[in-house]
């Protein structure tokens, strides 16, 4: 393990771990730690996005839309630490 790692322990559910692996395979995640990864970005760039007034929006084949709400509007400040998104590189 690379010295600036921190080795972290969950304990998951079956269910949870049955969707962790799914989402491995279905991602050609390189490992369950990569799906986290990857989800942890994804949550940050929402969040960080939301924060700044972005708007998300899903459309199907059909053009019909969908608003996409991830957070509450009352969410806190994530700005506080880092100010661009070069910090979402995980």
Known sequence: ??????????????????????LEQLTHAESKAGVIRQALQIYEYVARKTLQGYK??????????????FFSPYMGDLTADREDDRALAL
């Open 1 to 22: 393990m690379a010295k600036d790692t921190i080795r972290v322990s969950l304990d998951l559910s079956e269910p949870f771990h049955r969707r962790l692996s799914e």
């Open 56 to 69: 998300f929006v899903a459309v199907d084949k059909s053009g019909q839309q969908e608003n996409l709400v």
